[in-house]
């Protein structure tokens, strides 16, 4: 401590240093103070000290937070008293200036019990704040907030004794220089213990004192008075709400719309009125956060408010006032909605007139003015997506009065933006869509009603209807409400978003209104429909406000599929609509376009997409729709558990009740959806089209959705079990499903995409390559078309000598820079831009086939990563494909060998028999004893070719295997077959896969039981055959390989002609003598097992017959 307080010297630092030696200081109080509760004086002076820098550091609120929870954290009482005696000496100093601010809040802090702080400790220093903050000088704001928690806890007595009347003095005496430091103070006072009853306009009469400054000439007085203001209106007491908006009222409005204090004079200015409307906008929005405590006479406050508002916003001139105003406007007439107010009052009467004015106003020609979509506009922008219900009250208070001219009004302004459309469609008609709207609104209130009109042609004008309608066309052949320029207006309009997909729910519901009254006209029909195979313009709006729009547009879309009839296909429409607006948009974020960071996808909007097609999946009919739902609802999701950090929970939370809501869904679907169906399109969503145009092109974030899907179905097939499920149950039905879907249908459908891929991969040359690598834009000329230029050069003039070959260099350089300084187009032929545009096409060929590999690649790592049992069942059928791929020595496959290697190292973490931690020694000894052969078709070919002498990671797999002591599942011991045959061909033995032989002797066993060892028997007899073909075979024991050969045909059901061929081949009955003689007493035991096979295969008794006249004895000694 003491070398600490010698360490500090107060000279002007960095706010962050003083914080660091703050947080210093602090920590050895807290621990001196825990060995020694007594009286210290080094404890003082550290409080002090502490205290200092905290003020002269100026701290900031997050910065004393913090040291202030170091001081909460003390637990024990007498630790507690101990350093709040500390800070105490600290305000007992004679000067305090630098310190009585945090030392306040430290000593009520650490006083502080259940919710208040002990009475004696404000009682001793409320005079001494009054004076620290104003007395011969004012503090400043920062350092007041020191003391903010002190402030905090000041209580009506104390408030009213000590502080209020200075309050009231000082901004009397020196509003100038006291009104920063008093509006701090007020600021932080608690509204809910503090009264200024009979101190507003009486007594220390500081309500006039503020609203004065409204009027000054000062920008920052203004500010500060309309900020005081807007406080002054929140605190508790009778009659402090009403006499703050009262006099506020009367500020703006004219005489008679508010009472104003004696000597304020109206405010006659919009600079003076805005921070008036900025007040009145911060009490009511205090008010609606808890109304109901607003008092019985709330509804006069709210008309009086409104009355004065109403009359003055008609007179501001500058756009900030305006601005203001409205919303002040709105908020008031909120109010006047939730608490219940009269249904007709002349302040709330007014504004409605105020509101509705453009509609009067506007003509079948001309021009409409920016004021129509300000007010009525600015009533659904403002009022917040919560009180959505009220702004539609107030919509239908505004059509109830002169309805006719009203809907006249709105006539003409459809019939405005119709044509203006006509004639240019570079802007977004949100007018339109405003008007459109507040008729829908009306509309549906009336069909829904008593109203003798009933059917919707004679409620919602023609020109609307006609508008509306236009939605379940093309978006080629649609009306403005659903063009490009309003579509992207869903990006950056609030008014779009929150009314584009309102409009078309509400008119989907005013149909069905139709409907079920028998009185939908012949005109009336759906527009979230399906047009010729293809989604309706209306339908692709609604997801331009699903990607865009906040969470509100789930109610619309649940509105459109519960309204809608099932032969519109509403959910198939939308959920193809979505997918294509989500792929468009991360598409153009993709490509690097700046413009088009504006149409990336947030995260509040990725989760309002995952609950929108969460709805849709539930009720879409085709399987490429419910496919491309399932894939919406992991939009933004973690594609593989790698990308989920194992201590995120509320992650780990979201992913498994995801697999719950993906499993009621799948349990709950019928024809004519299937699992193969759905792999089909999930495979074609995991790689690229070569005939996939570029606006149609999958994007990666797509991608990531379908692996995160992936991964999903592979955890609910990981329940599967064959022993206990039960086809009847219905939590079984998702589970057989999903094991259905990945093991049986994706795996293979993937395998097979990924040989053809890895082919078409191999058939590009080392050129095509080298042009895939090229700059794009600039032509590329092949390597042997320059060495051929080169040497054609070189036979007309040899340059031997070197200044010559310098000078030419030289002039060469100089041409290059002249060609450089030339337009473009003038430089380049037009056989040149074809030759481009060819090698153009062909690179974005080529790059779409290492991208679909690479997809494809990704797509099997998270099926095979989505659980374990799944990862192992589909090990057979990946094994050749993966690995086909890690070995390919091609140019273009070069590229992508780090994918491949990783894939089938993943692979081998699903063989449940040994530790992931040697999943990179498999895949090396797999990549080690296989290569590719010439392929034929699709199918590519692999040879097992004998391991090198010394193999570690063979070595370290085949002990492993050993080291388990019992045989391997079915998948696992196709999946390493590979490596086993490999260590038994060849003239050498491996060294450390001695046991190899051992190893398939022992499953062979299983070829009775187990339907995928069984498909091996012919590979397994071949692998012990290629043993015996060497000298080497004498070697092992325990079983010989005749042992094992024999072992291979007598397990098991009856061999087949095609099991039997290796043992009458070449390498059998006809091959050296080993192999003649395991071969012959391997097909001894068959026959014993299978007596008739000697009758009814000639071969099997050609063979015998032939080896019983063989030279060597003991050859014809065994097959005799």
């Known amino acids: 401590a003491q070398e600490a307080l010698a360490a500090l010297t107060f000279k002007p630092g960095s706010k962050p240093s003083l914080q660091r030696i703050a947080r210093l200081l602090s920590n050895v109080i807290i621990d001196r103070t825990a060995v020694n509760t007594e009286n210290d004086e080094v404890v003082n002076k550290l409080a002090r000290k502490l205290c200092r820098v905290l003020t002269r550091g100026l701290a900031s609120k997050a910065g004393f937070d913090k040291i202030m929870d170091l001081y909460n954290g003390v637990d024990d009482s007498e630790q507690k008293k101990a350093i709040s005696a500390a800070f105490e000496t600290v305000l007992d100093k004679d000067n305090i200036v630098e310190t009585w601010a945090p030392a306040l809040s430290f000593v009520t802090l650490l006083n502080f019990s259940e919710g208040s702080v002990e009475p004696s400790i404000l009682a001793k220093y409320i005079d001494l704040f009054t004076k620290s903050c104003m007395g011969k000088s004012f503090a400043p704001p920062e350092e007041i907030l020191l003391a903010e928690f002190f402030i905090a806890q000041i209580t009506a007595d104390h408030f009213k004794s000590s502080v209020v009347s200075t309050l009231g003095l000082k901004l009397k005496a020196n509003p100038e220089t006291s009104f920063d430091t008093i509006n701090t103070i007020v600021q932080a006072l608690d509204n809910s213990k503090i009264s200024f009853e009979g101190e507003l306009t009486e007594g220390s009469k500081i309500l006039p004192s503020v ?7 000062k920008k920052n007085l203004r500010a500060l008075a309309s900020s005081m203001l807007g406080k002054l209106g929140t605190f508790c007491g009778e009659g402090t709400l009403e006499a703050v908006v ?6 703006i409005g004219k005489k008679g719309t508010g009472s104003l204090p004696a000597g304020v004079l109206l405010l006659a200015t919009s600079e003076h009125r805005l921070g008036a409307y900025s007040s009145l906008t911060t009490i009511v929005q205090d008010c609606l956060k808890n109304i109901d405590v607003c008092g019985d006479n709330f509804g006069e406050v709210t008309d009086k408010a409104l ?11 500058t756009s900030d006032a305006k601005e203001v105003g409205i919303k002040c406007l709105v908020s008031w007439m909120i109010a006047h909605k939730k608490s219940g107010g009269a249904a007709s009052s002349t302040g709330y009467d007014l504004s409605v007139d105020y509101l509705s004015q453009p509609i009067l106003d506007a003509k079948p020609t001309g021009s409409l003015g920016s004021d129509f979509r300000f007010r009525l506009g600015g009533l659904f922008k403002l009022v917040g997506s919560d009180n959505y219900t009220l702004a539609e009250s107030i919509a239908l208070n505004i059509m109830e009065k002169e309805t006719k001219k009203k809907k006249l009004g709105l006539q003409n302004v459809v019939d405005n933006c119709v044509k203006k459309h006509g004639n240019s469609n570079l802007v977004a008609q949100i007018d339109g869509l405003v008007a459109i709207h507040l008729l829908l609104i009306y509309s549906n209130a009336k069909i829904g009603g008593g109203s003798s009109d009933k059917t919707v042609m004679s409620i919602l004008p023609a020109n609307a209807l006609k508008v509306l309608q236009s939605g379940s066309k093309i978006i080629e052949k649609s009306s403005f409400l659903f063009t490009s320029t309003m579509f992207d207006a869903c990006a950056e309009d609030f008014i779009v978003q929150e009314l584009l997909h309102r409009a078309i729910g509400l008119y989907t519901k005013l149909v ?11 005109e009336c029909h759906g527009i979230v429909c399906m047009k010729n ?14 990607s865009h729009s906040p969470s509100t547009v789930e109610a619309s879309v649940k509105s459109i599929v519960l309204y809608s009839p099932t032969v519109e296909k509403a959910s198939d429409a939308l959920a193809s609509a979505i997918f294509y607006r989500v792929n468009e948009l991360s598409n153009q974020l993709t490509e690097g376009d700046a413009k088009s960071i504006n149409f990336g996808v947030s995260a509040e909007n990725s989760i309002t997409i995952q609950n929108v097609a969460t709805n849709l999946a539930k009720s879409v009919t085709d399987t490429e729709f419910w496919t491309k739902a399932l894939v919406l609802m992991h939009y933004g999701l973690p594609s593989t558990d790698d990308e989920i950090e194992q201590d995120d929970e509320e992650e780990c939370e979201e992913e498994t009740g995801l697999e719950e809501i993906c499993s009621e869904i799948i349990s709950k679907v019928g024809e004519p959806i299937s699992p193969s169906g759905i792999s089909n399109f999930i495979t074609k969503f995991s790689c690229i089209q070569e005939d996939d145009a570029a606006s149609l092109r999958l994007s990666q974030a797509v991608h990531s959705s379908t692996l995160s899907l992936i991964s999903t179905l592979g955890k609910i097939a990981g329940q599967y079990d064959e022993e206990i499920i039960d086809p009847e149950e219905e939590e079984s ?10 093991v049986k249908e994706l795996s293979i459908k993937l395998s097979t995409n990924l040989n053809t891929t890895v082919k078409t991969a191999n058939d590009l040359s080392s050129e095509d390559v080298k042009l895939y690598l090229s700059a794009p834009g600039i032509l590329f000329v092949p390597a042997s078309k320059e060495s051929g230029v080169g040497s054609e050069k070189k036979a007309k003039k040899k340059r031997n000598n070197e200044d010559e070959e310098w000078e030419m260099q030289v002039r060469k350089e100089i041409a290059q820079k002249k060609a450089q300084g030339k337009s473009g187009p003038s430089s380049v032929s037009a056989e040149d831009k074809k030759k481009i545009s060819e090698q153009t096409a062909q690179r974005i060929r080529i790059k779409n086939v290492l991208e679909s590999l690479s997809r494809t690649l990704n797509s099997i790592q998270a099926l095979c990563l989505s659980d374990i049992e799944v990862g192992n069942a589909v090990l057979p059928t990946f094994s050749s494909s993966v690995t086909s791929a890690a070995i390919s020595n091609s140019e ?4 992508k060998s780090d994918e491949c290697l990783s894939t089938l190292r993943k692979l081998s973490t699903c063989v449940y028999e040994i530790e992931e931690d040697f999943a990179d020694d498999v895949a090396n000894a797999l990549v080690a004893c296989q290569i590719n052969l010439i392929q034929e078709d699709s199918m590519l070919q692999i040879k097992i070719v004998p391991l090198p002498p010394k193999c570690e990671s063979a070595a370290i797999v085949l002990s492993e295997i050993e080291d388990y002591g019992d045989t391997l599942c079915g998948s696992s011991f196709c999946f390493l077959f590979p490596l086993i045959r490999a260590a038994l061909t060849g003239p050498r033995t491996c060294q450390g896969c001695e046991a190899a032989l051992q190893i398939l002797d022992r499953h062979t066993e299983l070829l009775s039981s187990d339907t995928v060892i069984s498909t091996l028997r012919k590979d397994m007899a071949s692998s012990v055959l290629a043993l015996l073909c060497h000298d080497r075979s004498i070697a092992f024991k325990d079983p010989t390989a005749t042992e094992a050969l024999v072992n291979i045909y007598t397990n098991g059901k009856k061999p087949s002609p095609t099991e039997l061929a290796p ?9 050296g003598k080993n192999s003649r003689l395991a071969s012959i007493t391997a097909l001894a035991a068959i026959v014993v097992e299978h007596p008739r096979m000697m009758k009814t295969n000639p071969v099997v008794e050609n063979r015998i017959l032939v080896n019983c006249f063989a030279k060597d004895n003991v050859i014809k000694s065994e097959a005799r």
């Open 211 to 217: 609203l004065k400054q409204l009027a000054s000439s």
């Open 246 to 251: 009262s006099s506020l009222s009367g500020a």
């Open 307 to 317: 009355n004065a508002i109403a009359a003055s916003i008609s007179r501001e001139t």
């Open 512 to 522: 069905a209104k139709a409907r079920d009254s028998d009185h939908a006209a012949a």
């Open 533 to 546: 195979e293809t989604f309706s313009a209306a339908s692709y709006a609604v997801a331009c406000c699903v």
């Open 733 to 742: 039905k998702s589970i057989i499903f999903a094991h259905s879907l990945c």
């Open 892 to 895: 273009a496959m070069k590229m």
């Open 1063 to 1071: 043992l009458l081949g070449e390498t059998g009955a006809l091959g």
